[in-house]
T-cell receptor, first 114, second 114 residues
Framework: EAQVTQNPRYLITVTGKKLTVTCSQNMNHEYMSWYRQDPGLGLRQIYY???????DKGDVPEGYKVSRKEKRNFPLILESPSPNQTSLYFC?????????????FGPGTRLTVL | AQSVAQPEDQVNVAEGNPLTVKCTYSVSGNPYLFWYVQYPNRGLQFLLKYITGDNLVKGSYGFEAEFNKSQTSFHLKKPSALVSDSALYFC????????????FGKGTTLSVSS
């Protein structure tokens, strides 16, 4: 089944404890992206990747890191999480970065930072 | 700057009645427009998109959307609502000239009563 998977689905952590949220897609997509969803704000892009070893900042990149060493994986790293990073996170992928390609979303990771 | 507005936080409709979820956009170039749906505790699912051509776009689950360039709108419609259509709906836009970011509206909760 073609899909985007994320792990973990739920995570409660404490301020300053480094964490990684994994994202993997099995559709051979070139483009991958991370979003955070907050009530009343919709989804905002954190980082994106056009292809392997190519990443760039989105609208809200502060406090996050990413890497794209393999085409299928695009982990999101929080080096020192803070409470304002409590949010619902979505990974997404599309065939290419072309503007007309729809994106496929993972199931989401709900992160709480205490 | 690109932006998307969904003027209604919530839309209530009775089962069997037509529904409309409104979306207006602002881009500097040609827009690529998308609708996504989010069911509780699930990721976003692609419904339909407008790239070019016919202003009336048909998508999944009987939904359609009408692109109106003069009013910069892309309203989502369905002739006969189902209780199972109750979900959170997001409109999103990409500006071909502005890069790869998908800009989302804040979302509209659709509630269909039986």
């Amino acid at each position: 089944e073609a899909q985007v998977t994320q792990n973990p689905r739920y995570l409660i952590t404490v301020t300053g404890k480094k964490l990684t949220v994994t994202c993997s897609q099995n559709m051979n997509h070139e483009y991958m992206s991370w979003y955070r969803q907050d009530p009343g704000l919709g989804l905002r892009q954190i980082y994106y990747s056009m292809n392997v070893e190519v990443t760039d900042k989105g609208d809200v990149p502060e406090g996050y890191k990413v890497s794209r060493k393999e085409k299928r994986n695009f982990p999101l790293i929080l080096e020192s999480p803070s409470p304002n990073q409590t949010s619902l996170y979505f990974c997404a992928s599309s065939v290419q970065a072309s503007s007309y390609n729809e994106q496929f979303f993972g199931p989401g990771t709900r992160l709480t930072v205490l | 700057a690109q932006s998307v507005a969904q003027p209604e936080d919530q839309v209530n409709v009775a089962e069997g009645n037509p529904l409309t979820v409104k979306c207006t956009y602002s881009v500097s170039g040609n827009p690529y427009l998308f609708w996504y749906v989010q069911y509780p505790n699930r990721g976003l699912q692609f419904l339909l998109k407008y790239i070019t051509g016919d202003n009336l776009v048909k998508g999944s689950y009987g939904f359609e959307a009408e692109f109106n360039k003069s009013q910069t709108s892309f309203h989502l419609k369905k002739p006969s609502a189902l209780v199972s259509d109750s979900a959170l709906y997001f409109c999103a836009v990409r500006d071909f000239q502005a890069g790869t970011a998908l800009i989302f509206g804040k979302g509209t909760t659709l509630s269909v009563s039986s």
